[in-house]
């Protein structure tokens, strides 16, 4: 986390704004250095706003939406039009109100019967639909990321066998805190990416961000987000950031 691009701003809102800010800026040089982007997008809430500010500036930002191929961090067990499904929240604050490609636009079917197949199947897109660096693994131009409350990223929360998976890129488990199952891109998929975007908002999240961005505490699974040789992005808001 040493090397970690690290941006405060006073609100929630003004870090959604950061926060498409650096995406705008990551996905306009990856598509004039190779004509397309590759981005897996978070979930939960935090995003919601950043979305939603992407999909406000579609007229004025002009930003290319047809060459990006996008994929999804992590998925819930729950159908795509479920409000608690990722996807479905990217659709209604995003995906709905941009010229996306829909061909390009990639669900995870963690609602699957056979979550693992599911996922073997979504990690075979992503090693066809993304450029790998030179240890094979696929490069994502920009992997987003949040950071819940105990810790955990996309779906890797503590305790799960899949923090220490090292083979699978994508890998569905059951997560005993939530009683429920999950599917998640794993760290030697996320910690390959050329860029990560770490957004964390409001004061509930100020302890868990001090351990995690000063502490570097690895008993917690967003410490992990170490990427080999790409630049970690962290956007807060002053409330998350009070303790750092
Ligand atoms: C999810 C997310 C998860 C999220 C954190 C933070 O599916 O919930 O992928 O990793 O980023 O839980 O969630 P909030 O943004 O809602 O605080």
Redesign the pocket.
């Known amino acids: 986390m040493s090397d970690a691009a690290i941006l405060v701003e006073p609100t929630a809102e003004a870090a959604a704004r950061r926060a498409a800010e650096v995406f705008k800026s990551l996905v306009t040089a990856a598509v004039s250095e190779n004509q397309v982007c590759h981005v897996a997008l978070?979930?939960?809430?935090?995003?919601r706003s950043t979305f939603q500010c992407l999909a406000a500036g579609i007229v004025t930002d002009n930003l290319p939406w047809g060459e990006i191929e996008l994929f999804f961090?992590?998925e819930?067990d729950v159908p795509h039009d479920d409000v608690e499904s990722?996807y479905h929240m990217a659709q209604r604050a995003l995906l709905d109100h941009i010229p996306i490609n829909w061909s390009r636009v990639h669900p995870m079917q963690a609602d699957a019967e056979d979550i693992d197949a599911a996922a073997a199947e979504y990690e075979q897109t992503i090693r066809r639909q993304v450029p790998a660096g030179a240890d094979g693994v696929p490069r994502f131009d920009l992997m987003m990321?949040?950071?819940?409350g105990d810790g955990?990223?996309?779906?890797l929360f503590p305790g799960s066998p899949l923090l220490d998976e090292k083979r699978r890129l994508v890998a569905g488990a059951f997560v005993p805190v939530l009683g429920r199952r999950r599917m998640s891109v794993t760290f030697p998929l996320i910690n390959a990416s050329r860029n990560i975007l770490l957004q964390v908002t409001?004061d509930d999240k100020a302890e868990i961000a001090r351990r995690v961005l000063t502490e570097h505490d690895l008993t917690l699974p967003a410490a992990h987000i170490q990427p080999t040789d790409g630049q970690l992005h962290v956007v807060l808001d002053q409330a998350a950031a009070r303790l750092l």
């Open positions: 978070s979930g939960g809430t935090t995003p961090g992590d819930r990722n990321l949040g950071l819940g955990h990223t996309a779906s409001g």
